[in-house]
């Protein structure tokens, strides 16, 4: 059964192309471009998984996790950082389950999404 998938992501193409996978896949995607918008649709819509990059516009992707973190339910989703950088060191980045490097390794990706333990480069075992 598929899951209902926030992607917050500001790289329209990237945007595009993640929602796309993910509905070939059967679940059900909603898209954003802004951290504040995240917010507000994760309230609202309440999706099982936030796939989150951590470069926004308007504020970063960890002010976002901090957010949906803190908000009545937050703490049982799924998120997952999208980000250019490797390996991020900083304290914020325990707000994740889990983190992957862009562009992402769709296996990778999938296995996050639907919540197994995901093995790879990304993740090594």
Not at 48 to 75: F, T, W
Not at 109 to 114: N, Q
């Amino acid at each position: 059964m598929g899951r209902h998938v926030l992607i917050v992501e500001d790289d329209a193409d990237s945007r595009e192309a993640l929602g796309e996978l993910l509905r070939s896949w059967g679940h059900e995607v909603d898209v954003t471009a802004e951290g504040r918008q995240a917010v507000v649709l994760t309230r609202e819509r309440r999706p099982d998984v936030v796939p989150l990059d951590l470069g926004l516009p308007d504020i970063d992707g960890y002010e976002v996790a901090r957010r949906i973190r803190s908000a009545p339910g937050g703490e049982a989703l799924c998120l997952i950082a999208l980000t250019g950088n490797g390996e991020d060191e900083d304290p914020r980045a325990a707000a994740f389950d889990a983190h992957i490097l862009k562009p992402a390794d769709p296996e990778t990706l999938r296995r996050s999404v639907e919540g197994q333990p995901a093995v790879g480069a990304d993740h090594p075992q």
